[in-house]
């Protein structure tokens, strides 16, 4: 389980760098870096709510935490695949439909925010 959790924590800070690249790499225009700032935002704030998650108290905060990140990557994803963001961006700098920004698998997230059933005796 640790080392699964180290790569997604890895995988994350990852996709962190990512997002500021993309970050970067778009124009300077105003309608580029309002919808460039919330990407912005909610892609760096995956890992960082991850890595809380990890370092939680209790299952219940862990849980939490990690459907925080879950809802930051959605978020993110949604962005990062709107066309707006795709038609803001120069040509031939930053490539967002080409490839997968993200490398986070978000069903791996999905069982950590599920709670465990209790055993009914």
Request: a positive charge; proline letters at 6%.
């Given at each position: 389980m640790q080392k699964e959790e180290n790569d997604l924590a890895m995988r994350t800070k990852s996709f962190a760098v990512r997002i500021i690249r993309?970050?970067?790499a778009l124009p300077k225009t105003t309608?580029?870096?309002v919808i460039g700032k919330q990407v912005l935002?909610?892609?760096t704030s995956v890992g960082a709510n991850y890595r809380e998650a990890s370092r939680g108290r209790s299952k219940a905060e862990f849980i939490a935490k990690c459907g925080d990140s879950?809802?930051?990557?959605e978020e993110t994803d949604t962005f990062r695949l709107s066309p707006g963001l795709a038609e803001l961006s120069?040509?031939?700098r930053c490539h967002l439909h080409q490839r997968p920004v993200c490398d986070v698998d978000i069903r791996e997230l999905i069982p950590k925010t599920r709670p465990a059933k209790p055993d009914i005796a």
């Amino acid at each position: 389980m640790q080392k699964e959790e180290n790569d997604l924590a890895m995988r994350t800070k990852s996709f962190a760098v990512r997002i500021i690249r993309l970050f970067s790499a778009l124009p300077k225009t105003t309608e580029a870096q309002v919808i460039g700032k919330q990407v912005l935002r909610s892609g760096t704030s995956v890992g960082a709510n991850y890595r809380e998650a990890s370092r939680g108290r209790s299952k219940a905060e862990f849980i939490a935490k990690c459907g925080d990140s879950l809802r930051e990557l959605e978020e993110t994803d949604t962005f990062r695949l709107s066309p707006g963001l795709a038609e803001l961006s120069a040509p031939g700098r930053c490539h967002l439909h080409q490839r997968p920004v993200c490398d986070v698998d978000i069903r791996e997230l999905i069982p950590k925010t599920r709670p465990a059933k209790p055993d009914i005796a």
